[in-house]
């Protein structure tokens, strides 16, 4: 058979249409979020999978109406990876999901200049209790209470790496659920995995408490990046 001539015409109608369904640049990941916790700061700390233990964390501005991302490192997620926050059980080395404040700052070293948030300096007798049975559970305690056994509390400045500078995450803080967890923070990367926390590189750590301003209210998101725990969702 003689091959169909196609008109100039028709060729070019093709190419536009073609331009035309191609997959356009995703927009910002706050914006395709359900929640951003109504400030104009957000940081994002996402994984591939809930079994992931590391991530990346994103921390963005709201400018002219649009969410820009202002840096991002690789992160560090709990030993077991990522569990649904509102059904998360103590113990189990994972990062809770979901949506959260920022309560405080607090460090072992000097809070970095420029740092606008209330930061706590921990001391020799800083304890956070972890003891479901206290009165102060999921509470930093100076001294250690009498009713939270130090065996289920961290004696902080024993982790001078992880500790250097952290943030409180507002997970089980407000109204605790006994059980739930205690002790989650966003703080500086120590050897491997963490025991539920979310961790950066100390540079990292130092330029988010830079950036963050209270003021703004940022709040930390944690996902994955699909499925019933995506930081989407959120």
């Keep these: ?11 070019v ?7 035309g369904t191609a997959q356009r640049p995703a927009s910002p ?46 992160a560090r997620f709990g030993a077991n990876g990522l569990a649904e926050g509102t059904t998360r059980k103590q113990g189990t080395n994972t990062t809770p999901t979901g949506l959260y404040g920022l309560p405080y700052a607090f ?3 000097a809070a970095p200049s420029g740092t606008r948030y209330s930061y706590r300096p921990v001391r020799q007798n800083s304890w956070w209790c972890q003891d479901n049975d206290s009165r102060v559970y999921n509470r930093w305690t100076e001294p250690r ?12 400045i024993t982790y ?32 491997g995995a963490t025991a539920g926390c979310v961790s950066v590189p100390k540079s990292a750590m130092r330029k988010i408490l830079r950036w963050a301003d209270p003021a703004r209210a940022p709040h930390l998101a944690i996902g994955t ?10």
């Design 29 to 74: 990941l706050p914006e395709r979020m359900a929640d951003t916790g109504g400030g104009t700061q957000i940081v994002t700390a996402v994984a591939a999978r809930t079994g992931s233990t590391t991530g990346t964390l994103t921390w963005w501005d709201r400018k002219g109406g649009r969410w820009v991302a202002a840096g991002s490192a690789k």
């Design 225 to 234: 990046t699909g499925g019933r725990t995506a930081i989407t969702r959120y």
């Design 107 to 109: 460090g072992i070293e």
């Design 145 to 156: 209470a009498a009713d939270c056994r130090a065996s289920r509390a961290e004696h902080l």
């Design 1 to 11: 058979m003689r091959p169909r001539h196609v008109s100039v015409a028709v060729l």
């Design 160 to 191: 001078r790496t992880q500790y250097a500078h952290a943030l409180v995450v507002d997970f089980n803080y407000r109204r605790p659920v006994r059980g739930r967890g205690a002790g989650i923070f966003l703080h500086v990367n120590g050897r």
């Design 13 to 19: 109608s093709l190419s536009l249409l073609s331009l």
